[in-house]
């Protein structure tokens, strides 16, 4: 089974930026959407962002559309998650997820490999 690795978390301010990453360990990344999730303490796990297998259509949860953008580099098996604007309540654990199929779906259901994410904390 395809390995992921998240990184680029990190303790940020209110207004800052960050970039996570995340590395697939084979080229099965190219043939399949991936999607970002989160999860806050207490919280379940929610949609952030997706990708479809190619990159051309993506998908975003209504509370970062306009501050995040998802993006792959099939080259690298590497998925990516620019994030502008940050807020407190953005403060979660950062997942990356390999869905079943060419598209993305926004239930936890619909992918079969997860990274074990990344920490993104927000400071107000």
């Known amino acids: 089974q395809v390995q992921l690795v998240e990184s680029g978390g990190g303790l940020v301010q209110a207004g800052d930026s960050l970039r996570l990453s995340c590395v697939a360990s084979?080229?099965?990344?190219?043939?399949?959407?991936m999607a970002w999730f989160r999860q806050a303490p207490g919280k379940e796990r929610e949609f952030v962002a997706g990708?479809?297998?190619?990159?051309?259509?993506?998908n975003y949860a209504d509370f970062v559309k306009g501050r995040f953008a998802i993006s792959r580099l099939n080259a690298k098996n590497t998925l990516y998650l620019q994030m502008n604007s940050l807020k407190p309540e953005d403060t979660a654990i950062y997942y990356c997820?390999?869905?079943?199929?060419?598209?993305?779906?926004?239930?936890?259901?619909?992918?079969?490999?997860w990274g074990k994410g990344t920490q993104v904390t927000v400071s107000s």
């Open positions: 997820a390999m869905a079943r199929t060419q598209s993305y779906y926004e239930t936890p259901a619909d992918y079969g490999s």
């Open positions: 990708i479809s297998w190619g990159g051309a259509s993506t």
């Open positions: 084979d080229s099965t990344f190219g043939h399949y959407a």
